[in-house]
């Protein structure tokens, strides 16, 4: 039998030799999971004997991995925001980059609205409403999805960040009308599929091949769901709302001038953290 540590580095080796960016990170990851353990946990554990089972199962993810399987996948468990998330391939792998609609949100309510009622639309995996419901906990919040799978992984998540009291989990097409009864808001939020239909098999193999396309397709121009939303769903911006979109690269001025055409005001374009323009914000 291995030690935790001849695990780890075996695992870290591999993933080094295939390129595999994030070699270091990534084995630890899978090696925590196999062993059933917290990434910490196996840092203190790293000189304890594993079992014949747990190299097996490290075995049985790496050889995932190599096949281009994201780690999310392999293990069910990702972080966002500094919270723990619940990963299938039903909804996509929650990314940094979406985090600053989270800090734009609390930037937006902060001083102003601190008890709004948010709407997370396009939700997925409900990374956004349990963020924004973490940081702000007087809001109240409704997380919207067409797929009823996304939705479960999207409950599953406000459970286990004891959020339930808070969050409504409802299934609706971001394309149509609200379901009715649905009320107003202070704040809409949206991560809506904005990958041109065109660029899909483009994309590199680990995001193409595994993760729902449903989740990715925004149309022939990536835009389909931004014109979805603010036709249909505006209307349910209380006076002074606000609307904060993520977008694909190129989008952000495209977004935004929608927005002003709708009759939002003050539209804004901001960076992520690889100085991308990636949000829209615009107020009613």
Not at 62 to 75: F, H, N, S, W
Not at 251 to 271: E, Y
Request: with cysteine.
């Amino acid at each position: 039998m291995k030690t935790y540590n001849e695990l780890y580095i075996n695992t870290r080796n591999t993933l080094k030799r295939a390129e595999i960016e994030a070699y270091a990170l990534e084995a630890r990851v899978l090696v925590a999971s196999a062993a059933g353990k917290t990434v910490q946990q196996l840092l203190r554990d790293l000189n304890l004997y594993t079992t014949d089972k747990v190299e097996a199962l490290v075995q049985e993810y790496t050889d995932r991995r190599l096949k281009g399987e994201p780690v999310a996948y392999i293990t069910g468990d990702w972080e966002f925001y500094g919270l723990p998330m619940k990963v299938t391939k039903d909804v996509l792998i929650p990314r940094t980059d979406t985090e600053l609609l989270v800090d734009l949100s609390k930037e937006a309510l902060t001083g102003w609205k601190m008890d709004a009622r948010v709407l997370d639309l396009c939700c997925g995996s409900g990374c956004i409403t349990c963020a924004v419901g973490h940081e702000l906990p007087a809001t109240k919040l409704v997380a919207v999805d067409l797929s009823a799978s996304a939705l479960e992984i999207c409950r599953q998540n406000v459970n286990l960040n004891r959020l339930t009291t808070r969050v409504i989990c409802m299934q609706a097409d971001a394309l149509a009308s609200p379901p009715l009864g649905i009320g107003s808001f202070d704040l809409i939020v949206s991560n809506p599929p904005y990958i041109q239909s065109g660029e899909i098999a483009a994309l590199d193999r680990s995001v193409r091949d595994y993760e729902p396309m449903w989740a990715l397709d925004g149309g022939k121009d990536g835009l389909r769901f931004y014109k979805g939303i603010i036709k249909h769903w505006k209307t349910l911006l209380r006076p002074q709302g606000l609307i904060i979109f993520e977008v694909g690269e190129g989008q952000a001025d495209t977004v935004a001038d929608m927005l002003m055409a709708a009759g939002f005001s003050a539209c804004t374009v901001h960076r992520d953290t690889r100085g991308v323009l990636r949000a829209v914000v615009g107020r009613m």
